[in-house]
């Protein structure tokens, strides 16, 4: 599904922030209230944010100020505010911004079933939640979604897409594919109260207020403690502040009722404070008064018991949500980076440090502390396999340990195990296939091809959020046609070669692999991907082509007509989308990657190594393809040169909307 209008019901900050982001993508946005002083309000919260981001453009002296008027004037007459459903006629994805109170939010869903087009899209902006229970006031539950943002989202790029009991998995990559379109970072989840971020922030900041009560400390002095530990971007109870009392007491008595008393503690002394109405920055009084604490307590305490109940309670939950399979460890890693500024995130920190460590010490926990912090089964499972994190290159996941001459600081390392290899994609921060990616991937192939020993080939990424992005393209415009010309030779001659080899190559594809990253994962015999994969042609949105290969080995998988979509679209597909359609072969649980593909490595690389080189001659079909190859690189080189090429690529670095002459 498309989105080429949208609208916003509920008109305060959020919902004008939420409008103004859109807004800023080109996309037409009615933003409507009840009140009439409600949507001047939003109005006016969306203009003075669009003013702000275009002002420290020009302040960083990349546009002047009459472009940034300019700019302004064409973002904000997008924004069509109204206090009844005037052009909710036509709208394609509508987002509901109201009070968190179910009966609210169900009146909003009944009337919005009845006025807005059948294809479109219903979308709960709630941060805790029942988005199934939202469904039940429509006629079309599988087009209800949750799409949480996070405050303020002008600025954070965390959205959460929350799949109700009914929610297709078409509406699930539409409402994803929405979220990228207005440049929002999406993670999958499940409904279960507090989703991913506000179900394992509050878990973890549950303890430091239950510790906090309990030995009558300092609140600023645990907020230090936080904050110096670098736990987290800054301490709980000045976060509470900022975000208001009333706001984060109602999603922890939420979680509390949900997951019971002993794992979700409620601060008492915020109870009282909200009592009062002193609800922290927007009343003024909170835990903070100007800057300083209203109450005082000891400063003297045991601050790594302080760092590691945090920690250690946010892996426990992080793990309960991965066991219930409400989220996959990339998303909740990747959430929680992103959504609450924990850098590690709960499942890279504890490979980190080590998962038998982690494991003794949260043993201690429980004995100590409480049975809130009893080791998840999952961790027992990955600690009794081995896989102990970084120091064993494998844990939650999985970590390259290259050889001798493919060291750190290399685009592609090879990591060479008992009768198979490994190439770690690592050109961070996307593994963009630039000039020296294929030149590495090149020099990595030719050892592995020439070893003997060595009978199948997996390509990684030493990412763990993405796989490969794509190709460079800044790198590409700033060739020369003759350069440009001879790196897409050689990088179709490398993939060849990978085809017409007797070795085995499988892509272990985790997170996303866009354009030549898919292309790669094509060339490849065997594509494994992470739940959390996905995998699209995007290049039509920049004005020109697919260069290595997406014309030709994407209709050989799919069928004509599937790929014919996905290279005119440019939309992308999940890994479920993508394993139906036959683009991969198996879809695994994120964590179980690596061992899936390692299984594929020992089992093909057990193979007659002549009999795996026919197999793969004859069923490729080689002429054709090398035909049809041949086509498509004078097809890229000729749209690469066009007019609408630079204005897709100049709009896509210059994050604009791109216009096209048709020349």
Known sequence: MFVFKAAVVGAGTMGGEIAQVIASAGIPVVLKDVKPEFVDLG??????????????????????????????????????????YEGFGDVDFVIEAVPERMAIKQAVFAELDSLTPGHAILASNTSSLSITEMADATSRPDKVVGFHFFYPASMMRLVEIVEGADTSPETMQAATTFAQTIRKLPIACGEEPGFVVNRILNSAISEIWRFQEANELSIKAIDDAVAQARVAPMGPFFLTDLLGLDTVLHVAEHLQESYGAESFYVHQGMKQLVAAGELGAKTGKGFYENGEPRSNGKTEFDQEELTQRFVL???????????????????IDLGMMAGAGLIPPPFARADQTGLDEVLAALERAASEWGEQYAPPLILRRLVAQGRLGAKSGQGFFAYKQPDDGFAQGDAVQLDTRDGYAIAWLDRPPANSLAPQVIEELGRVWEHVDADESIHALIIASANPMLWCAGADIKAFTQMDAETGAKLLDETHALLRRMESSSTITIAAVNGVAFGGGCELAMACDVRIAARSASFGQPEVNLGIIPGF???????????????????????????????????????????????????WA????????????????????????????????????EVFASADAREGIGAFLGKRTPQWSGK
């Open 313 to 331: 309670k946010a892996l426990v939950e992080a793990c309960l949500l991965l066991e219930d399979g409400m989220a996959t460890v990339r998303d």
């Open 602 to 637: 020992r089992k093909l690389g057990g193979q007659a190594p002549l009999a795996v080189a026919a197999i793969k001659r004859t069923t490729a079909g080689d002429a054709d393809l090398d035909e049809g190859i041949e086509a498509e690189k004078q097809a890229f080189g």
């Open 549 to 599: 290969g997406g014309t030709q080995r994407l209709p050989r998988l799919v069928g004509t007509a599937r790929a014919l979509e996905l290279n005119l679209t440019g939309d992308p597909i999940s890994a479920d989308e993508a394993y139906e359609i036959g683009l991969v072969n198996r879809v695994v649980p994120d964590h179980e990657l690596h061992d899936v593909a390692r299984a």
């Open 43 to 84: 109005l006016k919260k969306a203009e003075d944010v669009t003013r702000a981001q275009l002002g420290a453009l020009v302040g960083k002296q990349k546009i002047s100020q009459e472009q940034a008027d300019a700019q302004a004037t064409e973002i904000l007459g997008r924004i069509h505010g109204t206090t009844e």
